[in-house]
């Protein structure tokens, strides 16, 4: 009875799976270009990790956009800087968008308004506000957000997008929100 209890419980811990720390970010980058004697500097590092908010994914995209511009073998902050186009153009198309593409022209134009507030938390008065309407109206566009995996509700009230940097992406695709 132990053991199924022990196997019951285990069925619905959920690990939180969230941004690496510099630490992991770093080690992703730097162990396996090491093995092919590519380096980074320090700053290289600390850019990358400030740029990618530390996500999984972006810091791979950021490391394959790194490892096809830089002449090596130490990629440098510079290599960063000339990177950024690049590595935001592909983060754009090619996991961004496919996100975007879920949504109704309704959520997007929610989304867009929790980014026209800056970097989240927001509060979901604050973004119907900004669109001109009462909290209760948005009430199925921002469950839809959830329910499509795009927004949160960490507690009450409040949203967060499910992944970093999308409130940019969003002032990027749609640089005015249309009431």
Same mark, same amino acid.
């Given at each position: 009875?132990?053991?199924?209890?022990?196997? &019951?419980?285990? @069925?619905?811990?959920?690990?939180?799976?969230? %941004? =690496?720390?510099?630490?992991?970010?770093?080690?992703?980058?730097?162990?396996? &270009?090491?093995? @092919?004697?590519?380096?980074?500097?320090?700053? %290289? =590092?600390?850019?990358?990790?400030?740029t990618t908010k530390g996500y999984p994914y972006f810091v791979q995209e950021w490391g394959s956009v790194l490892w096809d511009i830089s002449e090596g073998p130490e990629i440098t902050a510079d290599d960063v800087r000339n990177a950024r186009t690049e590595a935001t153009r592909r983060l754009d198309e090619s996991f961004f968008q496919v996100r975007l593409d879920r949504v109704t022209d309704a959520e997007q134009k929610?989304?867009?308004?929790?980014?026209?507030?800056?970097?989240?938390?927001?509060?979901?008065?604050?973004?119907?506000?900004?669109?001109?309407?009462s909290t209760n109206s948005y009430g199925p566009v921002r469950d839809g957000l959830i329910r499509k995996g795009m927004i949160y509700s960490p507690k009450h009230g409040v949203l967060e997008f499910t992944v970093p940097l999308f409130d940019e992406f969003m002032k990027r695709t749609m640089p005015e929100i249309n009431h």
């Open positions: 009875m132990g053991d199924a209890k022990s196997y &019951a419980e285990r @069925l619905f811990l959920y690990p939180k799976i969230g %941004a =690496l720390n510099f630490e992991d970010a770093a080690l992703a980058l730097t162990e396996p &270009a090491g093995e @092919l004697g590519v380096t980074f500097s320090n700053d %290289a =590092l600390k850019k990358i990790y400030n929610y989304m867009r308004a929790m980014a026209e507030l800056g970097t989240g938390p927001y509060r979901s008065g604050e973004v119907a506000k900004l669109l001109g309407k």
